[in-house]
Structures are given as structure tokens and as C-alpha cells.
């Protein structure tokens, strides 16, 4: 699909008027039906207010503009370049979809099977390492009430974005059957020759983490070939976490990356976190550092076109 011809039919100026207009009616009956504004001071602040808000409008507007730039920059910059997620969570296919680094579904990217759940990174090396072995063995899946989703609890995988119980019925077949299709399309991104980044997000990484990525690294060099691969290791520490050092890997084709959460209370995927001024910039070291590592694909991808 042409970037210039996509158009994104979720947002429009009818909506944001919608949305803002009812946000407004709501602050208006503060000062007017639910309590009353009536002094000089009350008038003073209702002024103050539309001031803060006329900037805090405009700021999320202008983010708004700048990443939908980015966005189709880097989906024309990364084209033929395969960035796949393999964990630990939704965080690589997230943050690199949302800056065009890694091309939406409406674009035709397909799901992998690390794309929408949750695969610690010592698991995913031993699925590399067994081919996958006992991953969708019915025998090993088990639907999680308190969770509301099915689980490998053999191997600590959370399939998190396949809710309720229908993924359980027949025998787990309707779970089996979206994550085969997933699996499938895995090992034939992993086969190809096009170049590929593979991106692993750590969640909660230790002084033990640099071993876990020396270990997936060599998994998947014992798998596939690596000559058009190169994997990127995203850790994300809590906010004013001490980044504990760890082993690293004597590798140019492996990148790692230490950052912190902004904030302490921070939730990666919650709009009221992402979206802010201070979410913007960390996603912005995450993508920068992608791309930055991604380069030499980027170059060969050039040449083969």
C-alpha cells in the first residue's frame, strides 16, 4: 500500500471536536451547574486554566506532528529491513510499530509468535535451542481463570492478548491454531534473506541478563544463519534503578541497550504514560538506538533493491 495514498480513518477533525467538545461541557458544569464560579478569583482561574490548556493542547498536537512525520520516514527509510520482536512482551512490536520503524497491519505485517504475549528471554533461547519443542503441546497449555488467558506454564509463556476462555475450547484448538499460523510465519521471516532485526525487550534484567542474550544469540546462530540478522537487546530498568553491570557479548552484530523507565509509577503501553512529554522522549532512545544499530542493514537492504 502507498504511504501517500494510506489514510487513517480512526482520527479526524469531527472526532477530536467530539471528544474535546465533551472534555469542555464536563469542566464547563464545574463552574456553572455541579458548584459555581462567581468571584474575581474564580474568574481569574477559569482564565489560568484555558491558558494551561490552550499549551497542553497544542504540545500534544505538535508530538502528534512530529511522530506521524518520523513515522513515514521510517517506513520509506526501514522498507525491506524485517524487524521482529522475540520478547520478552508486546514492548519491541509496540514502540516500533508506533514510530514507523516496523511496518502496522493495515500495511500487511503479519503477527510472529512474540509479537502479543509474554516469553521470558530464558525461554525463547530454549525454544531456539528445542525448535520449539513442547511450545503448543496441548498437554502443556492451561487456561489461567485469574488471568483470563491461556498459559504454557511449562515454559512460563503467557499468550496475554488472546482473552477468554474460547482460546480453550476444543482442546485449545482456536489458540493452537492462531499461534501456528504465527510460528509459521516466523520461520519463514527467519529463513529469508532479508535483512533482519531481531529485537528483544527485558523487562526486568539483573546482573544476569548479559548471560540470558549471550546464550539467545547463540541459539540462534546454531538455528539459522545469521549473516543478514543482527539482534538488538532492549533493558529497561525502574526509575532510579542502578543498571547492574553484566556479561556482554563479543559480537559488532549484537546491541545492547541500558535505559531507565522516566518515571517511577511508568507503564510503557498506557496512553496516559507513552503519549506524555516524557514518554516521547523514551521511546525516541529506543527507537534512535534501533535505527542507529540497524544501519548496516539498512545499507545492504539499499543495495539489493
Not at 512525520?69 to 521510517?74: F, G, I, L, T
Not at 476462555?165 to 520461520?187: C, V
Not at 503519549?275 to 527507537?287: C, I, L, M, P
Request: glycine share 4%; aromatic share 12%; proline share 4%.
Amino acid at each position: 500500500m502507498s504511504l501517500i495514498a494510506y489514510k487513517n480513518e480512526a482520527f479526524s477533525e469531527e472526532n477530536v471536536s467530539s471528544s474535546l467538545g465533551k472534555a469542555l461541557q464536563d469542566l464547563f458544569a464545574l463552574t456553572a451547574r455541579k458548584s459555581f464560579s462567581v468571584s474575581t478569583e474564580d474568574e481569574a482561574t477559569i482564565l489560568s486554566a484555558r491558558a494551561a490548556a490552550s499549551a497542553m493542547v497544542s504540545e500534544y498536537f505538535d508530538r502528534m506532528v512530529v511522530q506521524a512525520a518520523e513515522r513515514r520516514r521510517n517506513l520509506e527509510t526501514f522498507e525491506g529491513v524485517r524487524f521482529v520482536s522475540i520478547g520478552e512482551d508486546c514492548f519491541s512490536r509496540t514502540v516500533l510499530t508506533q514510530w514507523g520503524v516496523k511496518p502496522f497491519a493495515k500495511l500487511g505485517e503479519k503477527s510472529g509468535p512474540f509479537d502479543l504475549s509474554v516469553h521470558p528471554i530464558t525461554t525463547t533461547a530454549t525454544l531456539f535451542e528445542t525448535d520449539f519443542a513442547g511450545y503448543l503441546d496441548r498437554a502443556n497449555l492451561v487456561f489461567n481463570p485469574n488471568y483470563n488467558f491461556c498459559t504454557n506454564p511449562k515454559l512460563k509463556v503467557g499468550f496475554n492478548h488472546e482473552v477468554g476462555p474460547s482460546y480453550a475450547e476444543n482442546d485449545f484448538a482456536p489458540l493452537i491454531e492462531i499461534y501456528e499460523r504465527r510460528l509459521a510465519h516466523f520461520r519463514a521471516l527467519m529463513e529469508a534473506d532479508a535483512p533482519t532485526v531481531l529485537v528483544c525487550h527485558v523487562q526486568r534484567p539483573s546482573a544476569g541478563t548479559g548471560t540470558h542474550i549471550a546464550r539467545l544469540w547463540q541459539a540462534i546462530r546454531s538455528r539459522w544463519s545469521v549473516d543478514n540478522k543482527i539482534l538488538v537487546a532492549i533493558k529497561t530498568w525502574r526509575h532510579g534503578e542502578t543498571a547492574l553491570p553484566s556479561a556482554t557479548v563479543d559480537d559488532p552484530r549484537v546491541a545492547v541497550l541500558d535505559l531507565h523507565y522516566p518515571a517511577e509509577d511508568y507503564v510503557w503501553h498506557l496512553p496516559k504514560y507513552c503519549f506524555t512529554r516524557d514518554g516521547f522522549a523514551f521511546e525516541r532512545q529506543v527507537v534512535d538506538f534501533v535505527k542507529q544499530a540497524s544501519g548496516r542493514l539498512v545499507a545492504r537492504a539499499a543495495l539489493a533493491a
